[in-house]
T-cell receptor, first 114, second 112 residues
């Protein structure tokens, strides 16, 4: 019940296209859903995050869509660029937890072709 | 130095060696974390410290021993490791547990 399932494992998109990565969770107590971006040789960096009181959050070309009833959330990257090529991780946690424990998905390697 | 730094960046050790990984955060945060990142697996939380007190030990084998002498420094002491412990070990920090976590670049560990 602590798992977060992420798909696809890898994704190839043409420059200018839309990249979509999906995640699903089981634990309804989760109330914080961040997405992290990781470039080779670097640690993950927070990209965008959402809480379950909204169904969508947009920051620039990055949008999270959240479906509470389906227990699913997704990352959409509009107008994908070669510089977006990286590994993306979804995660979930309980904000009220005294540990801030993040449960991560397995990651999606995105390649944007020029 | 800014953000979260980790040393060494790469480490090769034998199964009988003892080594330590170091993490330092320059963000004034009060919570620090150790994660293990293995190929084809999700990042796994190992330990969480809040105000230098360990608040989470995620069923980590005793051959991994964390130490948090102050809120800016976190160590991971390693001894008698196994080849399957080879991975990228990431340190992170946040203002408080549950706040946005900032990651270091990691230490790539290889156990021979």
């Amino acid at each position: 019940q602590q798992q977060v399932k992420q798909s696809p494992q890898s994704l190839i998109v043409q420059k200018g296209g839309i990249s979509i990565i999906n995640c699903a969770y089981e634990n309804t107590a989760f109330d914080y859903f961040p997405w992290y971006q990781q470039f080779p040789g670097k640690g993950p960096a927070l990209l965008i995050a959402i809480r379950p009181d909204v169904s969508e959050k947009k920051e620039g070309r990055f949008t999270i869509s959240f479906n509470k009833s389906a227990k699913q959330f997704s990352l959409h990257i509009m107008d994908s660029q070669p510089g977006d090529s990286a590994t993306y991780f979804c995660a979930a946690s309980m904000v009220t937890s005294n540990t801030g424990k993040l449960i991560f998905g397995q990651g999606t390697t995105l390649q944007v072709k020029p | 130095e800014t953000g979260v730094t980790q040393t060494p960046r790469h480490l090769v050790m034998g199964m009988t060696n003892k080594k330590s990984l170091k993490c330092e955060q320059h963000l004034g945060h009060n919570a620090m974390y150790w994660y293990k990142q293995s190929a084809k697996k999700p990042l796994e939380l190992m330990f969480v410290y809040s105000l230098e007190e360990r608040v989470e030990n995620n069923s980590v084998p005793s051959r991994f021993s964390p130490e948090c002498p102050n809120s800016s420094h976190l160590f991971l002491h390693l001894h008698t490791l196994q080849p399957e412990d080879s991975a990228l070990y990431l340190c992170a920090s946040s203002h408080r547990p549950g706040d946005e976590q900032f990651f270091g670049p990691g230490t790539r560990l290889t156990v021979l």
